[in-house]
Structures are given as C-alpha cells and as structure tokens.
C-alpha cells in the first residue's frame, strides 16, 4: 500500500498549481483522503478531505474558496487544485488516506485518524 503525491514546484503569488495523489496497492475510492501541509518551523495542518462514501468535501478554512480537492476514480487518483496561492501557501504537502469507521463528524481534521500517508511535495509561493 502506497501513496504518492507529485506536482509541488515554485510558484509567483496569485498562480496555481495541482498536486496529485496517487494510489498502488489499493483503490483510492474506498478511502478517504485528506491533504495536510507543514510549513517550516510548524505543525502539520490538515488541508481538505474528499470522503469515500459520497465524495463530499471539506476545507480549512484558510484555503476554502480557492482549493479544490477531486477524485479521478480510473486513474486511481485524488487531486488537490491550488487557486489564488499565497506565500502563506507555502509548505510540504502531504496526501493521506482513511478506510475505517470514524466516531466523529471532523475526524478528518486529526492527522492521527489516517492510516496511510504518501511523502510530501513542496509547494513553494514566491515572487
């Protein structure tokens, strides 16, 4: 079982990017799966989360409104879409993966409530 997320790179503020996530061992579409970031000298921050069940999303709400996570079922794949990035933006992003029952509604906000995680991509926003 494995994750691996891609599509990280330098960017100028206002500019977009998309990361990818993608599963070998298992598919994806059973899972749910969350985006995380951590910047420099700080904690791990949950990001958004597409479900398994009925593809409902969420976001933080530092992105909402200009990220948008998505799945591609064939390829395997969930995306993350980067609008309007900021230097804030800023980070190691990481794609994590969730197949078992949660006992509550924001679970996907606790990084400890995935079981699966690929290596980061960086995603760096700078003039």
């Known amino acids: 079982v494995q994750l691996q997320a891609s599509g990280g790179g330098l960017v100028q503020p206002g500019g977009s990017l998309r990361l990818s996530c993608v599963a070998s061992?298992?598919?994806?579409?059973?899972?749910?799966i969350g985006w995380y970031r951590q910047a420099p000298g700080k904690q791990r921050s949950w990001v958004s989360c597409?479900?398994?069940?009925?593809?409902?999303?969420y976001y933080s709400i530092t992105v909402k409104g200009r990220f948008t996570t998505s799945r591609n079922n064939a390829e395997n794949t969930v995306y993350l879409q980067m609008n309007s990035l900021k230097r804030e933006d800023t980070a190691l992003y990481y794609c994590?993966?969730?197949?078992?029952?949660?006992?509550?509604?924001?679970?996907?906000?606790?990084?400890?409530?995935?079981?699966?995680w690929g290596q980061g991509t960086q995603v760096t926003v700078s003039s």
């Open positions: 994590a993966a969730s197949g078992r029952t949660h006992s509550f509604s924001t679970w996907y906000q606790k990084a400890d409530e995935f079981e699966y």
């Open positions: 061992g298992f598919n994806l579409e059973d899972y749910a």
């Open positions: 597409v479900s398994s069940t009925d593809s409902a999303t």
